[in-house]
């Protein structure tokens, strides 16, 4: 709008291929909500303000109405698996089911993992992942890769991947013991190659060596069903492995980003290093802040197997609210799901032996009305802070913002008309992931995505999904050293960690003996304090 108050009439690029006005919505950003047009063209926001207009005779433009309703940024999930080869089968949503299954929940990004198999090139595994997704991806996605064993020579492949193939995140699985699971020793040296290229560390925390025995165990006692997942892997062999993870991140000053915090003992684990000043990030995902453990309980094996998932839901049936309340206030900091589904038949795999079931449950297309539901619903989240939670944080910290999770000029149209009103039940009769299951099904939600654009393209219009083609999604690379994330490391850095005590040239001189703790005549007291120790 001109000083004089009329109508903004937008000149925009020279003949764009594609506009879409957004017309009276209000719009969301993690920081301010306000009233604004959107114009987009060609896949970028090229304009935000108020009553924008296009020049009469504009041709190949559509205009959305998006009066009474929010416009957000497209939901980020930096955390799913699909088509991921696991436990002797293969996630059964794909690139393209999980990818359209997104996109009709709200989420325009998602972040998967290129999982290498013990003894594998970390970028043979990338090159495979890139392979599957490129082409059927519907939405845009970037790649974690795992680090699921180690050898010197595997830093120079982590800092290609970091400065050529725009991976910024590596993973190391503390659990899953003989398949993925990485030790301290091994820990430590990938930690300290993430720092020293920029990168995050990421880690799936428990202690897989007490997983592993306590399955023995359970099933030496005759319990075979999915109640015993939960008992494999209570809340302490989570938490242990939290903090295990949070003190080597701290002592090589790497960041960390604890992925899929599942209980109240991780989560506060999480919280008392951030509130210590560690660089660390958590991660609940949709189904820990939507349901819990009860259900492994449940009489019937095919309900109770497929919430099987690790770390696993917990029987607490506190735990959703409690982790809600810490990502309300900023001790939790992405929302992820984990998104790794299982049929009914491959879920049977374990149908004698609980360990045998393949882990993961669904979640890509429910957690943005999950998290309106259960967050803005309740009073525990306003709506900018639902727009960090579900995007713009998880942006910041892999360092696509503000291409991803934000609404300003210049950035992608990943664009969502969000109705806060409208409402649905959640059903695997409707849903568009390709399992049939979802850990969900029944709950009735408020806040659904009513349009969604990606890349500058309608996917959803008035509720109802587009027919999308393959592969019209793009790789997005993650740069290192995301500012977010790595300013504070390396103000660190700056603080001396260790101290050098100046002794006498002869080492075999007297040795001063404990006193009653009168200083030395001219000894510097030493710098920890401890002149007490040193005769006077
Ligand atoms: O552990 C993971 O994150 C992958 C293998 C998905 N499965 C799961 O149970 N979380
Ligand atoms: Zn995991
Ligand atoms: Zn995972």
Known sequence: MDSAGTRSVINGRKNPTKRILIKNGKVVNDDLEFFADILVEDGIISAVGPQLELPANTTNTEVINAEGKLVIPGGVDP??????????????????????????????????????????????????????????????????????????????????????????????????????????????????????????????????DMVAENVRRLLAAGICGPEGHEQSRPEEVEAEATNRAIMIANQTNCPLYVVHVMSKSAAMSVADARRKGCVVFGEPIAAGLATDGRNYYHTCWRHAAAHVLSPPLRPDPSTPEFLMNLLANGDLQTTGTDHCTFSSEQKAMGKNDFSKIPNGVNGVEERMSLLWEKGVRTGKLDHCKFVAVTSTNAAKIFNIYPQKGRIQVGSDADLVVWDPDGSKTISTKTHHAAVDFNIF??????????????????????????????????????????????????????????????????????????????????HKPLLRGLSDYVDG
């Not at 082409?135 to 970091?162: F, G, I, P, Q, R």
């Not at 996917?459 to 050293?481: A, N, S």
């Not at 390396?490 to 009653?516: A, F, Y």
């Open 79 to 208: 955390h799913v698996h699909f088509q991921l080869p696991f436990m002797g089968t293969c996630s059964i949503d794909d690139f393209y089911s999980g990818t359209v299954a997104a996109v009709a929940g709200g989420t325009t990004t998602i972040i998967d993992f290129a999982i290498p198999t013990k003894g594998q090139s970390l970028l043979d595994a990338y090159k495979q992942w890139r392979q599957w997704a490129d082409e059927k991806v519907v939405c845009d996605y970037s790649l974690h890769v795992a680090v699921t064993w180690w050898k010197e020579a595997l830093k120079d492949e982590m800092k290609l991947l970091t400065e050529v193939h725009g991976v910024n995140s590596f993973k190391m699985f503390m659990a899953y013991k003989d398949v993925f699971q990485l030790d301290d020793a091994d820990m430590i040296h990938v930690f300290d190659c993430c720092k020293n290229i920029g990168a995050i560390a990421q880690v799936h925390a428990e202690n897989g």
């Open 441 to 522: 099904d029944g709950m009735h939600v408020h806040g659904v995505p009513r349009d969604v654009i990606t890349g500058g393209r309608i996917v959803v219009r008035d509720g109802q999904l587009l027919p999308l083609q393959k592969g019209t999604g793009k790789f997005v690379p993650t740069l290192p050293y995301s500012p977010y994330v790595y300013s504070r490391i390396h103000q660190r850095d700056k603080i001396p960690k260790w101290v050098k005590v100046d002794r006498d040239s002869d080492p075999t001189s007297r040795v001063r003996h404990l006193s009653g703790g009168s200083k030395a005549e001219g």
